[in-house]
């Protein structure tokens, strides 16, 4: 797409004609969907029943496979959509399956087992990252994020590895204290207080209220649950099998970290990927900037689906966050024949491929594409 292609896309038109397509998946929402949600769920479990009815027998990759599928799975197949409302205009849906209900309370451990907690992932991720998509205040932009890095002395062969040794625990090192910091910023705000001040070891300080909250909210109750308790409940089969679960939990929280930063760190960095200076303003600007700011991998089954958590439907997500997954897979065709109609790029790769733009812009051998700087096709 040309500079003078991007500026010339009738916004307007453009939003018509993707309002459309949203209404139309609304209409098309049922119990079908919430069926379907009820089956990925199933998956997920059975994964996790899976890894866990054999982690005991022995320390092996293969029952951390399952064990950290499961995880992934009440990430981003059911944490991600419900708590993005998408399914809370069905009728007859139990409440625990709703934005209001899921993972609350005494639920949360029931409901999202994760080192993030519900209502920092709510502030960060489904109000900062998706209303300032590849904006200087959108906190998951990686180009910004990574500048430490691209910008730094360190040869490039060391900044590969640094980025190798953080894929295995980017969920407790980068994401966990974004999202407390995010939540945190937000209640001084409502609470009329000046900005807080953030140091990198204030935010592991359990002497500063940020680093405090990652330890008590977050750090130890994970580590109680994932790490003491569940295999703890297999101390009546000796202590070797208890020891075998937590050597397997370890495994697996590393692979579970690996996979979450295959399938979402690529999702909007590479070097075809556009970044923003200023903040858009109308609906076409926002729905072209979603669509030129995200990328697809590839789609179409509940099997393949269920491996990439759904988030192989990026441009659609970010079009319509509150859809459920059922609609994506629906609506996906739909939206590349809207970008072919006004000659917007759709872009969808293999995870792999993706993978290696994105880290090329986190060790700065690439950068991400700017409005006044596109070139030519």
Known sequence: ???????????????????????????????????????????????SCLGYGTAWMAPNPISALLISQGSFTRWTQMTHPIVHKGYDKLEGVPEKYTSKKFATGWRRFLDWPDWITPAGWHQEHDILHHYNLGEKLDPDHLQHNMEWLRQSKVPMWLRYTIVGVFTASWKILYYTPRTHKELRIRKARQQGEGQPEFTRSGAWSFFTPHGRALWLQSILPYVGFRF???????????????????????????????????VIVPNHAGDDVMMFEEKGKGKGEFYLRQILGSVNYPTGSDFNDFFYGWLNYQVEHHLWPDLSLRQYQLVQPKVVAVCEKYGIPYRQDSVFKRLLKAVDIMVGRTSMLRPAAIPST
């Open 228 to 262: 003491v308790f569940l295999p703890a409940l297999f101390l009546p089969l000796g202590a070797y099998a208890a020891t075998s679960v937590l050597l397997t939990s370890i495994l697996a929280e590393a692979l579970t970290n690996m996979h979450s930063f295959l």
């Open 1 to 47: 797409m040309s500079l003078s292609s991007y500026q010339n896309v009738d916004r307007e038109a453009l939003a018509a004609d993707l309002d459309a397509l949203y209404k139309e998946a609304q209409a098309n929402t049922d119990e079908q969907d919430f069926k379907h949600l009820k089956k990925m769920e199933r998956w997920g479990i059975a994964c």
